[in-house]
């Protein structure tokens, strides 16, 4: 691969298709904290019990470990663009059932799972689709711009969640919630072309003849028997390690007597670095330059926090998560090859399998960090997560360094 032209920010909006899709992840996104918000709310003030309030929200996260599987080959056997437009217009559907008065908290509960179970193929439909609106180089600046409005949608929406729960009430929130789907919806249909679905282009009659399981059994065969992959998805998966400070963030804060100022901040130290190691990456780097440096940039994504186990000031605190959170830009090279080096007709269920496997880990680590955490002072479970985090990235560097030089990534 040769170093091509760099792209701006403003090649990638230039393209109306894009608009669209950006539009729609931002809405879908904020929908889902507004909806967190809301629901936590809503429960908390019928039953008043925080282990109900904590279940329903750990809930909104579950689905996403079965659906990414069974649901990301939609993306593969039916029209994307199309794909994505009804996951939205259910989503408006359940939502807006979720916010008649009365629903009892089982029910509540099943269209929450139902709701969480159509982000699934929406994000593999989308992720799979990306790549057709932007062949080249372009993709990764698409791709910087997306993780960048994941970061910003994620404080906006649980800020915004939690305005418009105080002055509309949880059930109205719920209904703006539903809006939003209704206008990703809206800016779908109207701003992307419709294409063929990749596996019914290939062969009309595979479209829909492969069961869920079987086409995530496949999926798995594709991803993990294929060397370059599973060092590309190992490189995905390392954010298990460096989400540890996320999940610690509160205790953290108390023992450097903080309050909740210094939640806030601890917790925006990492994605402020992600925004900036974005924004470096994808602007100020070359393609090939790109692959060398995904193995070195995936081992300071963990590299810093071992630098907690001295247990350092807020400010140092402040600036190691910072330098974390500009490690984990080398996901966008990772991401870019990934899609390089998956088939148009199978993208959907490998990206939903990757991206499943992504919320598995990364829940995992919180649980691990949290129970770890009674014992051990959060400080040094920060500090181990970043040990063992920096010697699995260097094995995956090591691995990815000799794909890339044999020329093997991409």
Known sequence: MTDL?????????????????????????????????????????????????????????????????????????????????????ARVLLVAAMALPRVSLPLLCVLLVGVELLSAPFQAARAALLPEVFPDDRYVVASA????????????????????AALLGPSRTLLVDAATFLASALLLSVGVRERPAP??????????????????????????????????????????????PEALA?????????????VGLLLAAQPAGAVLGALVVARLVTPDTRLRLMGPMAVLSCLPLLACATAPGRLATLILWAVSGVGTAYQLAANAAFVAAVPDAERGQAFGLVQSGIVAVQGVAILAAGAAALT????????????????AASVVALTTRTLVARDLIW
Do not use: K
């Open 199 to 244: 596996v019914a282009a290939l062969d009309p009659s595979a479209g829909t003849s492969r069961s869920p399981f079987r086409s995530a059994v496949a999926g798995a065969r594709l991803v993990f028997g294929d060397r370059r992959l599973r060092a590309l998805v190992a490189l995905a998966w390392l954010c298990a390690f460096y989400v540890v």
């Open 250 to 262: 509160a205790p953290y804060a108390a023992s450097l007597g903080g309050h909740a100022q210094t």
């Open 376 to 391: 051990f002072a959060p400080s040094t479970v920060v500090a181990t997560a970043g040990g063992l985090g920096t010697a």
């Open 5 to 89: 032209q760099r792209t701006t920010f403003g090649d990638v909006f230039a393209v109306a298709e894009f608009r669209a899709l950006w539009a729609a992840q931002a809405l879908s996104l904020a929908g889902d904290q507004l909806a967190r918000v809301a629901l936590s709310v809503l429960v908390y003030g019928r039953t008043h019990s925080p282990l109900l309030t904590g279940l329903v929200y750990a809930l909104s996260f579950l689905p996403a470990i079965v659906g990414g599987p069974l649901l990301g080959g939609l993306a593969d056997r039916l029209p994307r663009r199309q794909l994505m437009v009804c996951c939205d217009a």
């Open 145 to 164: 711009v997306g993780n960048i409005t994941g970061q910003c949608a994620q404080v906006l929406g649980f800020v915004a969640g939690g305005t418009l």
